[in-house]
């Protein structure tokens, strides 16, 4: 079933250089995020929030492909290079923004890192855009 609710992008960034046990300053800490981000996430499904969620590895596992060329350009790494990298995120679907960021906090507070969000660009939202 496809919800007609907006959907909203809730990004976590995390450090270049993670530590041993990633931002977390203990092992501890790292098992109890990841229970209560479990338990966030459950409550995403029962409230009918969730779309999907996922961690990413480390940013220097990445791979940065430029197509727009004859031939694509393949490269190690990160396209940017920054202190902070997304480390994971939550596709969300919420009534409207209030909502989205009011879930935003519980995640910040769940993963113990600061949470974007950004809605999805809507058909709605692209045609204005082209009307303008």
């Given at each position: 079933m496809v919800s007609?609710?907006?959907r909203y992008l809730m990004s976590v960034y995390g450090a270049a250089e993670p530590g041993e046990f990633g931002s977390y300053p203990?092992?501890?800490?790292?098992?109890?995020?990841?229970?209560d981000t479990g338990a966030f996430n459950e409550r995403l499904e029962k409230e009918g929030h969730f779309v999907f969620a996922d961690g990413l590895a480390e940013a220097t596992t990445a791979t940065t492909v430029d197509g727009q060329g004859d031939k694509p350009i393949v490269t190690d790494g990160p396209y940017l290079e920054a202190k902070e990298y997304l480390g994971g995120f939550w596709v969300i679907e919420a009534a409207d923004l209030d909502e989205a960021l009011a879930l935003a906090a519980d995640a910040s507070k769940a993963?113990?890192?600061?949470v974007e969000v950004r809605p999805f660009q809507t058909e709605e939202s692209f045609k204005a855009l082209l009307e303008s």
């Open positions: 007609d609710m907006p203990s092992k501890e800490a790292m098992l109890q995020s990841f229970a993963c113990r890192g600061k």
